[in-house]
């Protein structure tokens, strides 16, 4: 005999384990996540109910994150799915055997999709009323006869590749949850265990995607920048990233402090995923050059902050006086991103860009923002703000920042 903890949403559990909680199910959450509750059941009587619930929208964020995306999910099916099937199907104390000729990842979520949104009490109950000549996959899909590693029907090298691939069928507001209630009342663990921290550091050392992802960037400002705005537009997903720290570390700050970094990392030949983001300006472009030499390994994403649109006639000031000009790749810091409300001064007007350097190597001007230290304090006060009423300003023009974080979720596709 023993206990049974699952994983799923809703009735439909993607996955069981016997007399522990599978440690792969458990890199998708963190404590934070645990919800003790004590419910009555059928019979009127107090019982314990102990999980992890996260909601299906930040789950997919998490995965992702982690590099199990969609895309690669569709990848690891055409993989390890042929493309036709042959299995034997009971119903009623019959057996038949069936083929399935074009078996796809696509075919394989529309399947999946009407039996999850089947008008029944429970999904099972739409097998009893389904032809397997009719509908093959879905029977397929259904069956309790897997071999290895194929849950519903999706053979994979990872289950989380499998998991990413489910949640697509689910509303993003629902809770996709481990239930690990059973292994309480059975005495295997308790309560207050912290399974997931317990389980993460277990497995850190031999699971790289596993661990925090490093974030560097040239300088504190962005690094405060980048945790905060993620801490507030995307909580579920800021504990899988580690930030730089400038102040205990007392490091250097500039692009080719940056630059320097990125070879310190290189040549210690660390594993870890490692994200480092430049600005978008010249001296940015200038200090990159002394990586053109340099083999960047497949853990280390060199990145910059994206091209805004809304910078292409932005106010400069030169010789000849204030002057529009497109300052993309050559003026575009972190305060070019924090949204054209933070950008404005109390008339009104844009705090303008001011032309300093030039290189000489790029042929091009170097610009910077007038007024950093003010276009700074006021968005750390919207943020304070933000925290202290825990309400997002959706008036806010969250634009340019929202632009670095997607292209940060998405470094590892």
Not at 57 to 77: S, W
Request: one cysteine or more.
């Amino acid at each position: 005999m023993g206990e049974y903890a699952s994983i799923g949403v809703r009735e439909f559990d993607f996955c069981v384990s016997k007399n522990h909680i599978n440690p792969i199910w458990l890199t998708l959450y963190r404590e934070s996540d645990k919800k003790l509750k004590t419910i009555l059941d059928e019979d009127n009587e107090e019982r314990r109910i102990c999980e992890y619930v996260s909601t299906v929208k930040n789950i997919k964020l998490r995965l992702d994150v982690m590099g199990f995306t969609l895309k690669k999910a569709n990848i690891e099916f055409d993989l390890h799915n042929e493309s036709s099937q042959h299995f034997w199907f009971g119903k009623n104390l019959k057996a038949v055997e069936v083929e399935i000729k074009e078996y796809s990842f696509e075919k394989w979520l529309e399947s999946l999709k009407a039996i999850v949104n089947a008008p029944y009490k429970h999904y099972l109950d739409y097998m009893d009323d389904i032809s397997v000549e009719d509908f093959p996959i879905q029977c397929f899909i259904m069956r309790e006869d897997y071999e290895g590693e194929s849950i519903f029907g999706f053979a994979s090298t990872d289950i989380r590749y499998v998991f990413r691939a489910l949640l697509e069928v689910f509303d993003e507001n629902e809770d996709c949850k481990i239930d690990f209630s059973s292994l309480v009342d059975g005495g295997w663990c308790y309560e207050d265990d912290n399974l997931c921290e317990e389980t993460l550091n277990a497995i850190a050392e031999s699971q790289i995607s596993n661990d925090k992802i490093i974030i560097l960037t040239e300088g504190s400002s962005d690094i405060s920048i980048l945790k905060r705005s993620m801490q507030v537009l995307y909580p579920a997903v800021v504990d899988y990233y580690s930030f730089m720290d400038f102040n205990t570390s007392n490091a250097s700050g500039s692009a080719s402090a940056l630059v320097t970094y990125i070879k310190a990392f290189i040549g210690s030949k660390l594993k870890n995923r490692i994200i480092a983001v430049f600005d978008n300006d010249t001296a940015a472009n200038e200090a990159m050059r002394g990586l053109n030499k340099v083999e960047v390994p497949n853990n280390i994403r060199v990145l910059t902050y994206p091209n805004l649109d809304s910078v292409k006639n932005y106010p400069t000031l030169g010789p000849h006086g204030i002057v529009t000009a497109n300052i993309n790749g050559l003026a575009c810091s972190i305060e070019l991103y924090l949204g054209f409300d933070i950008l404005r001064d109390e008339n009104g007007e844009l705090f303008p860009v001011q032309w300093k350097g030039y290189s000489q190597s790029l042929n091009k001007y170097q610009g910077e923002i007038l007024n950093k230290e003010l276009i700074l304090q006021k968005y750390y006060t919207f943020l304070n703000d933000i925290e202290k009423s825990e309400i997002l300003d959706t008036n806010h023009d969250w634009y340019g920042v929202d632009k670095i974080l997607q292209m940060i979720f998405k470094a590892y596709e």
